[in-house]
Structures are given as structure tokens and as C-alpha cells.
């Protein structure tokens, strides 16, 4: 890997807009198709794309294709499934938001905490199952409350990976559909004649998927605008510099857009990590992948000190956190924006994208900044709720009369004075 000061790195933590406009316009087309033709829409770019033909009868999983995929999955792996489940579950569960409303000299204000009606999580296809990405993405949603919740996935050739079926029938999907990309957000945000809208639609996906939910928010809710994977791991001198390599390499292996970042104040443990790198390439299956991951998006910057080190990833905002340092949680309160921090030499990446609970469905390229950790409250709604007694209309109706008088809302003045003054009709 590369080694860069603060000073020149610029180049490496540079990100340009995923978003291209052939790509857009393709997507567009998509969305529009299946809100116009519905259920053949899906079926033909299903065809198309995925090579599953679809009909009424074979688009909804059923419920002896998730019986079947029971029989697929060795008992160790359901094991440790259901141990993942748990503790995402517990998790998410415990952070619910509660009602808020208080009531003071006879005003009563707050809100009060509803799930969304329906939810729409999008998985993955792949070569590979993405059973974390069904817990991750179902679990807070079921945490919340919603009543229904629909999966979505591509199945090739007309198969789900079994893990895939068996993870969301474990997490309590209520409806899975084998769909992807473009026309699965699609049907998601417009319903077709098998498929409901849903109210929030979440989940990872490529870059049609993204640009579908772009195209689709304010028709529905969404969690994010996600891109390619990232890590950016600040390290001392105490970290271990084949544990920092091992790291960077499980996001470089994602894909050739992933981004992986060193920060450190130790140039002996730059040296170190970068000879560590090159030796772990040279045996990784996805060697070819992260490769050209590191040569496009990938490096070590050279830092005068830790201040600077947690001032340098907070620009950056990345996806995932690692603070490999001898004491991170000093360092912790210097840090504002980043997807998920993971805390210690003990704490690898994907602890979190598996296992310990927190989601692994993350804001990326910068998007930290405004977006946040998928949670349980992107599947809820605050409402208002306000209650006034007689006395308190009467001791605020001069003030409140007065501001809509002076935006010109007399109407708005006289629903208080009809109260107060008793003027109805005048």
C-alpha cells in the first residue's frame, strides 16, 4: 500500500459521485415500466436480468420451498444463525423510542412512537447468501413493530440460496418475492397485482438498486443512499500490523470500488502494514479484487498525532471505524461522523457485520455526515400530540391570535377567538 502524509492525501480521500447518467436513465425506465405494467414488468426483467421465469403461482416463496431449505443448512450453522439473530434482536429492541408527552400548566405536548405499516428490506443475490443482510435488514424493523414486513432477492435460475430463505423465515418475514435490482424497489414503492406497497424500503443493494430508491424516496421512506464498502482504521504504535492488514484486506476483498485507509502517527507501523498487505494478497482467494482495490482507493496516511489522525477520519466520515489504538475510548469523543466505530484490537469489522448486534447496513461516501446506522427508527414515526385546558387557550390566545393576524390568517386567529370570545359565526 501507498504511504501518504496529511498533506498529500488528498488524492486518496477524494470520492466521486457513484451516480452515472446512463445508469439513472436505465433505472428510471425500470421504475417506470413496473408502476405502469405491474407483476409483467417484474416477470420480464426478471427474466432478463436473473434468468428466473416468474409466474402468479412461482413469485412469492412458498412455504415448502422455506421447509426444503431447512433441509440444506447444516444444524452448526442454524445454530450459530439463531445465536446472530438473538443478539441483533436484543439489540435493536432495546433502543425503541417511547412516547414523550408531558404535561405542564394545563398544556400537554409531545409525540407518540408508531411503526410504519409495511416495510420493504431488499437483499442481495450473489454468488454468494447474504443471511446477514436478512437479519440486519429485517430485525429492526420487526424491533419496531411493523406489522408486515416483505423481503425481496434475486433468485437465480429460479433458486434462493437456502441460508437466504431460512435467515428470513428465522427473522420472521412475513412475505419473501424473488425479485432484484431496479424492479424490485419499484414494486416495493408502487405495489403490483401480487406485490402491496410497502411504507419504508430498506436494504443494501448495487447501483440500481440505489438509484432505484433515489428515484422512488417520497413515494415511500428509505434508509440510505449507500455506495461501495469502505473502512479507514486508525492505529498506534501498539496495534499489530498483520491484525491492521487483515483488516484492511476484509473490505478490499468487497469489490474494485471498495475503499480501504490506514491513518497512523507511527511510521514504522506504516512500513510494517504495507509489507503485511502485500504478503496476505499473495494468498487471498479474492486477491485479484482487492488488488486493484487498493491501487485505486487504498492507503496509509502518515499523521503528526492522534489529534490529527481522529481529525483527518472525521472528514472523511467513513462507513466503518476502526480505532486500533492503545486507549480508543479516549479518542472516541473526537469522533462525530462515521457509520459504526469499532473499538480495540479485539474489535474487528465484522464482529459487527455479523454478530454482536448493532447493524451492519452503513451510510458510505461521506454520507455519514447526514445519514445514519440502519435502526429501528427508520421504521417508526413521531406524532405530535398536543392538548390544551380551557385556562391555558385563554391565557395564550392573545400571543397565538397575534402571530396569525400578522401572516394574515385571520381564519387562524378566530378558531382561538371562537374559544376565548365566544365569536363564532363572526
Do not use: W
Not at 398536543?386 to 391555558?392: P, T
Amino acid at each position: 500500500m501507498k504511504i501518504y502524509t496529511k498533506e498529500t492525501c488528498g488524492e486518496l480521500f477524494a470520492r466521486g459521485s457513484f451516480e452515472k447518467a446512463e445508469i439513472a436513465e436505465t433505472v428510471r425506465a425500470i421504475v417506470s415500466d413496473v408502476r405502469a405494467r405491474g407483476d409483467r414488468a417484474v416477470f420480464e426483467l426478471e427474466e432478463k436480468f436473473d434468468l428466473t421465469s416468474l409466474t402468479k403461482d412461482n413469485f412469492r416463496v412458498s412455504r415448502e420451498e422455506i421447509e426444503a431449505a431447512y433441509g440444506e443448512v447444516a444444524p452448526e450453522l442454524l445454530a450459530s444463525l439463531r445465536r446472530a439473530i438473538k443478539n441483533i434482536y436484543e439489540y435493536h429492541s432495546r433502543n425503541v423510542r417511547k412516547d414523550c408527552v408531558e404535561e405542564r400548566n394545563g398544556r400537554k405536548t409531545g409525540y407518540v412512537v408508531r411503526p410504519v405499516g409495511a416495510a420493504g428490506i431488499y437483499v442481495p443475490g450473489g454468488t454468494a447468501p447474504l443471511s446477514s443482510s436478512v437479519c440486519m435488514g429485517v430485525l429492526p424493523a420487526k424491533a419496531a413493530g411493523v406489522g408486515r414486513i416483505v423481503m425481496a432477492t434475486p433468485a437465480k435460475n429460479g433458486k434462493i440460496h437456502p441460508l437466504t430463505l431460512v435467515a428470513a423465515q428465522e427473522c420472521g418475514v412475513h412475505e419473501i418475492y424473488k425479485m432484484g435490482g431496479a424492479q424490485a424497489i419499484a414494486a416495493f414503492a408502487y405495489g403490483t397485482e401480487s406485490v402491496k406497497k410497502v411504507d419504508v424500503i430498506a436494504g443494501p443493494g448495487n447501483i440500481f438498486v440505489t438509484l432505484a430508491k433515489k428515484e422512488v424516496y417520497g413515494q415511500v421512506g428509505i434508509d440510505m443512499l449507500a455506495g461501495p464498502s469502505e473502512i479507514l482504521i486508525v492505529a498506534d504504535g501498539t496495534a499489530d500490523p498483520d491484525c491492521v492488514a487483515a483488516d484492511v484486506l476484509s473490505q478490499a476483498e468487497h469489490d474494485k470500488l471498495s475503499r480501504a485507509v490506514v491513518v497512523t502517527d507511527d511510521a514504522a507501523l506504516a512500513e510494517r502494514v504495507s509489507e503485511c498487505v502485500e504478503a496476505r494478497l499473495n494468498r487471498l482467494p479474492r486477491a485479484e479484487i482487492a488488488r486493484e482495490s487498493l491501487e485505486r482507493n487504498g492507503g496509509i496516511v502518515l499523521v503528526k498525532d492522534m489529534e490529527e489522525a481522529c481529525a483527518l477520519a472525521d472528514e472523511f466520515a467513513p462507513e466503518h471505524l476502526e480505532l486500533n489504538t492503545e486507549n480508543p475510548e479516549a479518542l472516541l469523543p473526537r469522533i462525530h461522523n462515521a457509520g459504526a466505530v469499532f473499538m480495540g484490537a479485539y474489535t474487528p469489522e465484522p464482529v459487527g457485520d455479523y454478530f454482536a448486534g448493532p447493524d451492519h447496513i452503513l451510510p458510505t461516501g461521506g454520507s455519514a455526515k447526514f445519514f445514519q446506522v440502519l435502526n429501528e427508527n427508520i421504521f417508526t414515526r413521531k406524532m405530535s400530540v398536543i392538548s390544551y385546558s380551557e385556562r391555558a387557550l385563554e391565557e395564550d390566545a392573545a400571543d397565538i391570535v397575534r402571530l396569525a393576524e400578522s401572516e394574515g390568517l385571520d381564519a387562524h386567529a378566530r378558531a382561538v377567538l371562537a374559544r376565548t370570545q365566544r365569536e363564532v359565526g363572526k
